[in-house]
C-alpha cells in the first residue's frame, strides 16, 4: 500500500466524523452483517440483514420441518406474493393491492411489457411500436425486443431522456429505467409518464436501480406498470424474487402472457379453461419460491421505521461527499465522473470511468473498499444509506487515491482517462 500523504485528507476525515454523528440513519447499520470491509456494492447485492438467519432457520425447522403442506395456509405461504408486494409497494409509493412479488426481474419484464401493449393495442388505436430505453441493462431489452416480436410490433431503442419527444401516436409502450444501471443517472419519472400518457401510450418503469434508495411515487405520478428486483437496496437476498406493479386502473385489463395457475380465480377449482383473478394476484405464474421470499420478508423488516426521504436525503449527501473525496484526494485526470452531478438526476450510485478499471477495482477490492467494474472502463461504487457512513466514503475514495498512485496489482500502468474529472 501506498505511504503516499493524501493531502486534504484530515480535514475530510472530520468532516466524515462530524456526518457520522449528526446521521439519523447512523444506528441501521447494525441491522446488517457487516466486516470491516467498505462495502459499495449493495446496487448490486444488498448486505444480509441480522434478522434473516434465525428467521429462515425457523421458516426451515418448523413452518416446512414440521408443518409441512400445511404451513401453505397456517403459515401463510399461499398469500406471501401480494402480502410482500404490499411491503415492497410501500417503499415505492404504491398502495396496497397493485404490487405482487415473484420470478425474477426478466420474467416480470416480460408479463409488463406484453400486457402492457395488450392494454394499449386493445385501446382501438393502431399501435405497433415500443420504445425501449438504449442504455437499459441488458435483459430488458433482449425481453422487450421478444416482446416486440411475439405482439407485431417493432422495437425502437431510444435515450430515456428522449422519450418524451420520441413517443407517438404509434407508440404502444415505453420501458425504461428510472436509474441507469452504469451510469447512476436517475430519469424523469413524473415528466416521462406524463409525456407517455399524452400520446395515448402505456409507461413500464424498472426500478431495479431506485428502489429503497429514493421515493418512486407510483401512484402519485400515475405510473401505470413497473417491475423491480429486491437483491439490491432492499437486501433481499442473492436471487430473491422480484416484483411487478400493475396500476388498479389497469388490472381488469391486465392479460397476463404467462397466465399459471396461480393467477387464476379458482386455483385449487382446476378447471381446464383459464379465468384470471382480481388484483395483483394476476400477475402471479407458479408456485412462489417460499424460502427465498420469507428470507425477502425478514429482510424488509429493517425498513419499518425508516423514512424513504431520509434514505434519499443521505444517499445524496453520500454521493456529494465521495464526489467531493475524490476530487481531492485522485490527482486530474485520472478519473471522470459519468454520474449526473445534479441531485436531480442522480440515483444512488457514483460511476467513475478509469483507465485499467477491471485491475483497479480488483486492487480496490482486495483493499476492502468493494464496488464493481462493469464493461468496458467503469468503476461503479452504490451507496446503501442503511449501512454506509461517510467515514466509509472517505475511505473509499482514499483508497481508491492510493491505488492509482501505486499503479493497478497487476503491473499494467494506468492510463489517464477522458478530461471531466470528478469533482
Ligand atoms: C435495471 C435492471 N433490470 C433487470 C436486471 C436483471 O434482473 P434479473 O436477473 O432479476 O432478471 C438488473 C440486474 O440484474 C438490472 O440492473
Ligand atoms: N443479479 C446479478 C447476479 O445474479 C450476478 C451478478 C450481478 C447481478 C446484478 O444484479 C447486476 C446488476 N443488475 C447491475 O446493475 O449490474
Not at 168 to 184: E, F, I, M, Q, S
Not at 198 to 206: I, R
Amino acid at each position: 500500500m501506498s505511504d503516499t500523504t493524501i493531502s486534504g485528507a484530515p480535514a475530510l476525515t472530520d468532516e466524515a466524523a462530524r456526518l457520522d454523528a449528526a446521521d439519523e440513519l447512523r444506528a441501521k447499520r447494525d441491522a446488517f452483517a457487516l466486516d470491516d470491509a467498505v462495502y459499495l456494492d449493495g446496487n448490486s447485492l444488498g448486505a444480509l440483514p441480522r434478522g434473516v438467519p434465525a428467521r429462515l432457520a425457523d421458516v426451515i425447522t418448523r413452518e416446512w420441518g414440521s408443518l409441512r403442506i400445511r404451513s401453505w395456509e397456517e403459515s401463510g405461504w399461499w398469500t406471501a406474493p401480494e402480502r410482500i408486494g404490499d411491503r415492497v409497494g410501500h417503499l415505492v409509493g404504491a398502495a396496497p393491492g397493485q404490487v405482487v412479488v415473484g420470478d425474477s426481474t426478466s420474467v416480470n419484464v416480460f408479463k409488463a411489457v406484453v400486457g402492457a401493449v395488450r392494454i394499449a393495442q386493445a385501446r382501438g388505436a393502431h399501435r405497433d411500436q415500443i420504445l425501449v430505453d438504449e442504455a437499459t441493462f441488458p435483459t430488458d431489452g433482449y425481453i422487450a425486443e421478444s416482446a416486440a416480436r411475439m405482439t407485431g410490433c417493432t422495437l425502437r431503442p431510444v435515450a430515456a431522456a428522449d422519450v418524451p419527444t420520441a413517443v407517438g401516436p404509434r407508440t404502444a409502450v415505453a420501458l425504461v429505467n428510472h436509474a441507469d444501471y452504469r451510469t447512476g443517472r436517475l430519469h424523469d419519472l413524473p415528466g416521462t409518464t406524463a409525456a407517455v400518457h399524452a400520446a395515448g401510450a402505456l409507461v413500464v418503469w424498472d426500478l431495479c436501480h431506485s428502489a429503497g434508495a429514493l421515493p418512486v411515487g407510483l401512484d402519485a405520478h400515475g405510473v401505470d406498470l413497473a417491475v423491480g428486483c429486491t437483491y439490491k437496496y432492499l437486501n433481499g437476498g442473492p436471487g430473491s424474487p422480484a416484483y411487478l406493479y400493475v396500476a388498479h386502473e389497469h388490472q381488469p385489463r391486465f392479460d397476463s402472457p404467462l397466465p399459471g395457475w396461480n393467477s387464476h380465480a379458482d386455483p385449487f377449482g382446476m378447471e381446464p379453461a383459464y379465468a384470471p383473478a382480481d388484483g395483483a394476484v394476476r400477475g402471479r405464474v407458479g408456485t412462489p419460491d417460499i424460502l427465498s421470499m420469507l428470507a425477502l420478508e425478514a429482510a424488509l423488516e429493517v425498513w419499518d421505521d425508516v423514512a424513504i426521504e431520509a434514505v434519499r436525503a443521505k444517499s445524496l449527501a453520500l454521493t456529494d461527499f465521495f464526489l467531493r473525496c475524490v476530487g481531492t484526494y485522485v490527482p486530474a485526470g485520472r478519473v471522470a465522473s459519468i454520474t449526473p452531478v445534479e441531485h436531480e438526476r442522480r440515483g444512488s450510485q457514483v460511476a467513475l470511468r478509469c483507465a485499467d478499471a477491471g485491475a483497479v477495482m480488483a486492487e480496490l477490492v482486495r483493499r476492502g473498499v468493494v464496488g464493481d467494474f462493469r464493461n468496458p472502463d467503469v468503476l461503479r461504487f452504490g451507496f446503501t444509506p442503511l449501512y454506509t457512513g461517510f467515514a466509509d466514503v472517505e475511505r473509499a475514495a482514499r483508497v481508491l487515491a492510493e491505488v492509482l498512485a501505486d499503479g493497478p496489482a497487476d503491473g499494467r500502468a494506468g492510463e489517464p482517462s477522458e478530461s471531466g474529472v470528478a469533482g
